[in-house]
């Protein structure tokens, strides 16, 4: 059974900086992809940032430049790291992990830039 639990987020003001991350349960190596998503009140939810079990990543243009996705096998952990944070970046942000024809979803973390 796959669980997925993510932590980081908070209340944080424009043009600063936060890192969420994921923690699975089993081998993240066992996942194709894992990423992180976000949907904001009223929004349609979004990719932000994936990353292929070799490494390659892919972003959404909104965040490129700002957002980095990277992973720690040995800690199964997935992480997010988020600069120059800007209001439109306010979000329920949830991970996600794809495995064969299955998808797998943690509850999500509340990330709001404001100040």
């Known amino acids: 059974q796959v669980q997925l639990v993510e932590s980081g987020g908070g209340l944080v003001q424009p043009g600063g900086s936060l890192r969420l991350s994921c923690a699975a349960s089993g081998s993240i190596l066992s996942f194709n992809t894992m990423g992180w998503y976000r949907q904001a009140p009223g929004k349609q939810r979004e990719l932000v940032a994936a990353i292929r079990t070799g490494g390659s990543t892919n972003y959404a243009d909104s965040v490129k430049g700002r957002f980095t996705i990277s992973k720690d096998n040995a800690k199964n952990t997935v992480y997010l790291q988020m600069n120059s944070l800007k209001p439109e970046d306010t979000a329920v942000y949830s991970c996600?992990?794809?495995?064969?024809?299955?998808?797998?979803w943690g509850k999500g973390t509340l990330v709001t830039v404001s100040s």
């Open positions: 996600n992990a794809r495995q064969r024809l299955m998808d797998y």
